[in-house]
């Protein structure tokens, strides 16, 4: 008799996200639109007290949509993925624009990158969190990036508090559909996955406040008494 393996979101999203196909799409998805503008003034807000010259970790990295400007704030960046191919892309972007000197790269997952405990002074998560539905999952790789990182930690998520979010719900409801991927979830469920993560919230940013779902955390590692 064989049995149904459940597979985790987590699993999930690496093998969509791990195709050439999948590369090639999401390489020129979000590059020069709006919602990367917004993205890209959010990170370099929660960004603007890394001094020049820190070691960032973009993962995941993509295909390197943001190195261009984290390059521009002079930081040092590491571009993390689990696919090749993105990361060769990002590679290849890096190569294009001509910053591949200051730029590390990297095939691997959030959950264990193999890199050494306090590689980094700051971390950015984008565009990841929305995908996991798993609490455990979540802290999981939070645990990850705060191992990795002494200073501040960027990660984005699907908020409840906002329009966008609502009308998500709504049409899901409407359609009888039970969403299993990019589900906005409560402001209060992701706070949690930080504390249990050890992590401490500094603060949050919405993309377009009460209109999007896509929010930040900008946390880092709690104090110690």
Not at 43 to 71: E, F, H, N
Not at 157 to 183: E, G, Q, T, W, Y
Request: glycine letters at 6%; one cysteine or more; hydrophobic letters at 40%.
């Amino acid at each position: 008799m064989v049995r149904n393996v459940v597979r985790t979101s987590a699993e999930k999203t690496i093998d969509r996200f791990g195709t050439p196909a999948a590369a090639e799409k999401y390489s020129t998805a979000l590059e020069g639109t709006k919602t990367h503008l917004r993205e890209q003034r959010c990170i370099q807000r929660a960004l603007q007290m890394v001094p020049v010259g820190a070691k960032v970790l973009d993962l995941p990295c993509g295909a390197g949509r943001l190195l261009p400007s984290l390059t521009a704030l002079g930081l040092q960046a590491v571009a993390v993925d689990s696919s090749p191919h993105m990361v060769a892309l990002a590679r290849q972007r890096a190569e294009t624009r001509g910053f591949k000197k200051e730029t590390e790269f990297l095939v691997s997952s959030i959950f264990d990158t193999g890199l050494k405990d306090d590689t980094f002074d700051a971390a950015i998560c984008n565009r990841l969190f929305h995908h996991f539905r798993e609490p455990q999952i979540r802290r999981n790789a939070l645990r990850e990036l705060h191992r990795l990182c002494t200073g501040t930690i960027v990660v984005s998520f699907f908020c409840n508090l906002a329009l966008d979010a609502l009308v998500f719900h709504l049409k899901n409801a409407i359609r009888r559909k039970k969403p299993s991927d990019r589900i906005p979830i409560g402001y209060g469920v992701f706070a949690r996955d930080i504390d249990a993560a050890d992590l401490l919230i500094e603060r949050s940013i919405a993309t377009r406040p009460g209109i999007s779902r896509q929010w930040y955390f900008v946390v880092r590692r709690k104090v110690l008494p």
